[in-house]
């Protein structure tokens, strides 16, 4: 498998033993020849009968050709060569090449026996193994073809032998200096001096000539300009063997490398580097495509690649600055790029392979896995928003606006892009199913060394794969996503891309002969049941390129915002798959030239649209499969809870409804489920604050009691003992009390007993701070629940998640903060503020500002939901009575934990009353903590409906 997903693994068929040892006796007759077993007379008629030319083959441009192999697409060639007198080269710079590639060379005869030995065993073996001394490089670069074979081999090793004999070793070192290619289109030491770093051969430093070093052997995968982090390996491998040889005093810094210039311009320029690295793979490396005068017959569509461009270009112009995008047009048949756009100009950078997370175009996969698994696409699964899930620890998952669909088929989800059935499926048939099915289908399992869909540094579970895959929260290239729906396309067939047909010599030879590489991955059925799914989606969203098409669009949110950093559309008719992508280097928010957000279903969808219609032109109209309903429909997890279908949504159906239907309220919670409703119905929210008390505590009471607000304190053990009076104040004026932990760690990577222990210890400090005092409420720290939730719950607390963060520990300023609520805030949401952990200056002037504002709006302050009927702790009564949550009477804990059923209570009274009605509420994770890693990965934006 290659590190940019160009291919994918394959299995090599065993060698049979006989064939093995005739290759190995082949290569070591040649060895013979020259090193005594037939005879030094022989080996010295050898040499002798192959004549040693008088001036070196002159480089020739190689030609790429379309598929169609008469439309010449490019003309690849070295463009700058002059020679310079090894005198003009600083020994320093000679030492790192010789260290490089031949640090014996002034002390064999021309042919090294042990680097043929090396590479005989290499290649016997499957791999391939340098083997050249500097002259043999020098012999085969200047007087022979680039092919492998003894033939040839036989040649290079006499004609090396000769040069020895004619030339001193200097004579040889300056010749092969002037002749080697370095990558940038440049032959010889003086081109790639220039190149490189825009000076002459005698201004090179240590440093910089190590550079030059490393290139040699892979001019295009060692350019820094290419691969950063390869070329700085290689530059530390050159300089290590430096120093082992007592060749480089001192220490080296790496030196800065000038801006690859681009030899051919444009957006083909890209999928040329492409076709260069593919040919590389399989023996035709870059010297001989550079300098052969090779004929390379691509993959690459006239008609798709020019409409590719054209209309790229044509959706991107008076665009903001920034927007980039990508696309990757797919033979679903053969796997033969048709069209391939990395970006507008060849500048070493293609967004063809640079990941993104997927968003709601993974979608497709976790339906084909569920399929897999005997799920049938008309099953039902309960798509109301929000909803907690296990996986998720805490944070809720809400589709995008806030759609609710109670009894909702897979297709009906996949069309309305709901989020929480396929997070809901995941859960039931395991992460793993989906993400095997997503490499097999054409992801790649690593982009360089870094493996996919899994959790990196910073994520909850670094190395795992979340069930957060459902939603596309792991990055994957265009490339790879096309190989996915090109698959889906072939009938569950993978059909491994590629970029070549042939590469031929100057003499016709022929060099290389694509073999494509197919892999039956997934069930005919199955197949035919996921395009009769995305066929749906195409039809709904009216995206039909003319032609019968299937594809699913997906939009990634930016942050914890309401703006998209990435837009998708991947699709396909029977005879070309495509996705296309638009977003920026760096993530941001992407919007078109009118200041509107960019989702999939807008620009990348038009424009996969457009191109398939004119990629297609002229061909006939192929139609797709028809379903074939695979899989059950009684497995679904619809239904299971009660009151999932009341006023306002039609649980027969399966149509998804939104904010204007009035769904109910929340379902049963399960026994130790956070609540992040308020107690009410209506327009109501219930401010929580945490990680007090602090000293900024009683200006957050004096704005809760001018305003007859009351509100609840999630308080951390250690900062109890430090405010106590705070703590009776808060009890006093009839807050509710909430355990935030002893010490504020993440008690979700701890041990059930260990949770509760540290529970206990954060009880105790409050009920020594307030005797007598009722702590309703737990918060795990971070949203990482773990064991803590239902620990929580056992001792009597109602576990407390949230709805709105506003992340004000980490947002500039007071309005800033204010403006972060009120964009997140939807009715009966649990609003997440801090009054202590750190300066809160700006969160209180945010109070100031908010709370008047939502009381003119009609929003009224109440306390959250409660599901477990809290106790008092140990002690005398406070001197004041702390009023009860407005809710109906809590059930007894002696039901078992699984009855406990909340009730939307009656209204309260002034400061806690609303209208009963019931609205959708909608979730928002959490940033700049570890869990809000999750708030990237939720397709809000995802095809925005009117």
């Known amino acids: 498998m290659t590190a940019n997903g160009d291919q994918y693994p394959t299995r090599k068929k065993p060698k049979p033993r006989r064939r093995l040892w005739r290759r190995i006796g082949v290569r070591l007759l040649v060895i013979a020849l020259f090193y005594g077993v037939t005879g030094a007379a022989a080996a010295e008629a050898y040499v002798e009968s192959v004549p040693l030319p008088s001036a070196p083959i002159e480089p020739q441009a190689s030609t790429l050709y379309f598929r169609d192999a008469t439309?010449?697409?490019?003309?690849?060639?070295?463009?700058?060569?002059?020679?310079?007198?090894?005198?003009?080269?600083?020994?320093?710079?000679?030492?790192?090449?010789?260290?490089?590639?031949?640090?014996?060379?002034?002390?064999?005869?021309?042919?090294?026996?042990?680097?043929?030995?090396?590479?005989?065993?290499?290649?016997?073996?499957?791999?391939?193994?340098?083997?050249?001394?500097?002259?043999?490089?020098?012999?085969?670069?200047?007087?022979?073809?680039?092919?492998?074979?003894?033939?040839?081999?036989?040649?290079?090793?006499?004609?090396?032998?000769?040069?020895?004999?004619?030339?001193?070793?200097?004579?040889?070192?300056?010749?092969?200096?002037?002749?080697?290619?370095?990558?940038?289109?440049?032959?010889?030491?003086?081109?790639?001096?220039?190149?490189?770093?825009?000076?002459?051969?005698?201004?090179?430093?240590?440093?910089?000539?190590?550079?030059?070093?490393?290139?040699?052997?892979?001019p295009w995968g060692f350019d820094p300009a290419n691969d950063a982090t390869a070329a700085r390996k290689r530059w530390n491998w050159v300089v290590k063997a430096e120093r082992d040889l007592n060749w480089l005093p001192g220490a080296l810094e790496y030196p800065a490398v000038s801006a690859a210039t681009a030899k051919n311009p444009g957006a083909d320029g890209i999928f040329i580097d492409r076709v260069e690295r593919e040919l590389a793979r399989h023996g035709v490396n870059s010297q001989m495509l550079h300098t052969g005068g090779l004929r390379v017959v691509t993959t690459l569509d006239t008609t798709a690649q020019k409409a590719a461009v054209q209309r790229i270009a044509a959706k991107l112009k008076d665009q903001p600055a920034g927007l980039r995008a990508a696309l990757v047009a797919l033979d679903p048949q053969t796997g033969g790029v048709r069209a391939y756009y990395g970006g507008a100009e060849r500048g070493y950078f293609d967004d063809a392979l640079a990941s993104h997370p997927a968003a709601s175009t993974f979608k497709p996969i976790v339906l084909a896995a569920a399929l897999d698994k005997g799920i049938s696409a008309l099953s039902k699964w309960d798509g109301r928003s929000p909803r907690l899930f296990p996986g998720r620890l805490g944070v809720p998952l809400k589709n995008h606006h806030n759609l609710q669909c109670p009894y909702c088929t897979l297709q009906t989800s996949m069309v309305d892009s709901l989020n929480t059935p396929f997070y809901a499926v995941t859960e039931q048939i395991g992460v793993t199913a989906v993400r095997d099915m997503a490499w097999e289908l054409g992801i790649s399992r690593k982009y360089g060394s870094t493996p996919t869909l899994v959790d990196v540094k910073g994520d909850p579970k670094p190395g795992k794969t979340r069930a957060d895959i459902a939603i596309g929260r792991y990055a994957v290239t265009p490339g790879d996503l096309a190989s996915v729906y090109a698959t889906f396309a072939a009938g569950g067939v993978r059909h491994d891309r590629f970029f070549v047909q042939t590469a031929d010599d100057a003499g016709g030879k022929r060099l290389y002969t694509a073999v494509p590489k197919s892999t039956p991955v997934l069930d005919q059925a199955v197949a035919a049941d996921v395009t009769s799914v995305l066929s749906a989606v195409v039809s709904s969203d009216k995206l039909a390129p003319g032609r019968p098409a299937a594809g699913k669009t997906g939009s990634q949110q930016w942050g914890n915002t309401k703006e998209t950093q990435d837009a998708w559309m991947a699709g396909y008719t029977p005879d070309l798959a495509t996705t296309v992508w638009i977003g920026k280097e760096k993530p941001g928010p992407i919007r078109d030239k009118n200041g509107k957000p960019i989702n999939g279903e807008t620009v990348p969808a038009r424009l996969w649209s457009d191109f398939t219609r004119a990629a297609l032109t002229g061909s006939p109209k192929v139609a797709l499969p028809e379903a074939a309903h695979v899989g059950r429909t009684d497995v679904g997890d619809a239904g299971l809870a009660k009151n999932i279908a009341k006023k306002g949504t039609d649980g027969r159906r399966g149509e998804s409804i939104g904010e204007g239907g009035k769904p109910d309220g929340d379902s049963k919670l399960g026994f130790g489920t956070p609540v992040v409703h308020t107690a009410g119905t209506g327009k109501r929210l219930a401010l929580t604050f945490d990680d007090g008390?602090?000293?900024?505590?009683?200006?957050?009471?004096?704005?809760?009691?001018?305003?007859?607000?009351?509100?609840?304190?999630?308080?951390?053990?250690?900062?109890?003992?430090?405010?106590?009076a705070t703590v009776r104040q808060i009890v006093a004026e009839g807050h509710q009390l909430c355990n935030h932990s002893w010490e504020h760690d993440d008690l979700g990577q701890m041990s059930a007993s260990a949770a509760k222990a540290d529970i206990q210890r954060t009880d105790a400090a409050i009920a020594a701070a307030a005797p007598g005092a009722t702590i309703t409420y737990f918060r795990a720290p971070y949203g990482s629940w773990?064991?803590?939730?239902?620990?929580?719950?056992?001792?009597?607390?109602?576990?407390?998640?949230?709805?709105?963060?506003?992340?004000?520990?980490?947002?500039?300023?007071?309005?800033?903060?204010?403006?972060?609520?009120?964009?997140?805030?939807?009715?009966?949401?649990?609003?997440?503020?801090?009054?202590?952990?750190?300066?809160?200056?700006?969160?209180?002037?945010?109070?100031?500002?908010?709370?008047?504002?939502?009381?003119?709006?009609?929003?009224?302050?109440?306390?959250?939901?409660?599901?477990?009927?809290?106790?008092?702790?140990?002690?005398?009564?406070?001197?004041?009575?702390?009023?009860?949550?407005?809710?109906?009477?809590?059930?007894?804990?002696t039901q078992p934990a699984d009855q406990t059923q909340p009730t939307d209570p009656p209204s309260a009274g002034p400061g806690t009353s609303g209208s009963p009605d019931p609205q959708t509420s909608s979730s928002s994770t959490p940033e700049g903590v570890e869990q809000p890693q999750d708030a990237g990965s939720e397709d809000d934006h995802e095809d925005d409906r009117k």
């Not at 073996?125 to 680039?146: D, E, K, M, P, V």
């Not at 704005?703 to 999630?714: E, N, P, R, S, V």
């Open 786 to 893: 773990g064991a803590s939730a239902k620990e929580g719950a056992k001792l009597g607390h109602t576990p407390l998640g949230w709805l709105v963060d506003p992340d004000d520990w980490l947002l500039p300023g007071a309005g800033v903060i204010a403006q972060r609520i009120e964009d997140q805030l939807t009715p009966r949401a649990v609003v997440l503020v801090h009054d202590g952990g750190g300066e809160r200056e700006q969160t209180v002037e945010a109070l100031t500002k908010l709370i008047p504002k939502l009381k003119r709006e009609g929003w009224t302050f109440d306390l959250p939901e409660r599901t477990i009927d809290a106790k008092p702790q140990p002690g005398p009564s406070p001197s004041k009575t702390t009023p009860s949550p407005p809710s109906s009477p809590q059930p007894s804990q």
């Open 71 to 218: 439309t010449i697409l490019a003309r690849v060639g070295t463009v700058d060569h002059s020679d310079v007198p090894l005198s003009a080269i600083p020994v320093e710079v000679r030492k790192a090449i010789l260290a490089a590639e031949d640090r014996d060379f002034y002390s064999h005869g021309g042919v090294s026996m042990r680097g043929v030995v090396r590479a005989v065993v290499a290649d016997v073996s499957g791999g391939r193994q340098g083997a050249s001394t500097i002259t043999q490089q020098y012999a085969r670069n200047a007087f022979l073809t680039q092919d492998v074979s003894m033939g040839r081999k036989a040649k290079e090793m006499a004609l090396s032998v000769q040069l020895e004999r004619k030339y001193t070793k200097d004579q040889i070192l300056e010749r092969y200096l002037n002749t080697i290619y370095y990558g940038r289109g440049a032959q010889g030491i003086a081109a790639a001096a220039h190149a490189y770093f825009g000076i002459t051969p005698q201004q090179l430093t240590p440093a910089q000539g190590a550079v030059l070093a490393s290139v040699i052997k892979d």
């Open 693 to 724: 008390p602090s000293s900024y505590t009683p200006q957050v009471l004096a704005i809760l009691k001018q305003y007859g607000i009351k509100a609840t304190f999630c308080m951390v053990g250690e900062e109890v003992e430090n405010y106590p």
